[in-house]
């Protein structure tokens, strides 16, 4: 049973548009939401973050969007440039286990 | 800052071979994970350490041990390699304190099982 779905697979964006990634999961016990960024041939990194007590968090051009009865929460990215082409994973843990329940990825291409 | 560390970076086994991943970590989390990545998949969790001398399984353990002494060092150990064992491998490690704070992964060891 996959804990966290994530969509789309894969993503074609052009240079300065808008590049957004839905994940949806079933856990209410989970509180902790964060997104990675990974590069070919390097480990993910983490991006932004967000808990479910705020709606939204923002850092820079990136943007978590969290819905907290519908169960799902977002990652937008503004102003998308090349260099934000990537796969994108969203994850979702719970302080008890600390245990992270990964997304299947998103692979992003901005083209210029 | 070092972060974590995982060697090698690459490695071809061959079928019935055994290797230790090696992953360390500079950080004092205590915690410590393994997971698997195959192509156009996200990661899955093989094992994971809340601390020294404390281990257990993930999703898919089987084929696989570790071992973890101390804080810093947390091998993954494969016997008897199959081909289903073909994957990039990547170690994390996070600090468990009064919230979740996020995992810090490794580079990665790519490994072939011919």
């Known amino acids: 049973q996959q804990q966290v779905k994530q969509s789309p697979q894969s993503l074609i964006v052009q240079k300065g548009g808008i590049s957004i990634i839905n994940c949806a999961y079933e856990n209410t016990a989970f509180d902790y939401f964060p997104w990675y960024q990974q590069f070919p041939g390097k480990g993910p990194a983490l991006l932004i973050a967000?808990?479910?007590?705020?709606s939204e968090k923002k850092e820079g051009r990136f943007t978590i969007s969290f819905n907290k009865s519908a169960k799902q929460f977002s990652l937008h990215i503004m102003d998308s440039q090349p260099g934000d082409s990537a796969t994108y994973f969203c994850?979702?843990?719970?302080?008890?286990?600390?245990?992270?329940?990964f997304g299947s990825g998103t692979k992003l291409n901005v083209k210029p | 800052n070092a972060g974590v560390t995982q060697t090698p970076k690459f490695r071809i086994l061959k079928i019935g071979q055994s290797m230790t991943l090696q992953c360390a970590q500079d950080?004092?989390?205590?915690?410590m994970y393994w997971y698997r990545q195959d192509p156009g998949m996200g990661l899955k969790l093989i094992y994971y350490s809340v601390g020294a001398g404390i281990t257990d399984k993930g999703e898919v353990p089987n084929g696989y041990n570790v071992s973890r002494s101390t804080t810093e060092y947390f091998p993954l150990r494969l016997e008897l390699a199959a081909p289903s064992q073909t994957s990039v491998y990547f170690c994390?490690?996070?600090?468990?304190?009064?919230?979740?704070?996020?995992?810090?992964f490794g580079d990665g060891t790519r490994l072939s099982i011919l």
């Open positions: 994850a979702a843990s719970m302080y008890d286990f600390n245990k992270f329940y």
């Open positions: 967000i808990r479910p007590d705020v």
């Open positions: 950080m004092n989390h205590n915690y």
């Open positions: 994390a490690s996070s600090l468990k304190d009064r919230s979740n704070q996020p995992q810090h």
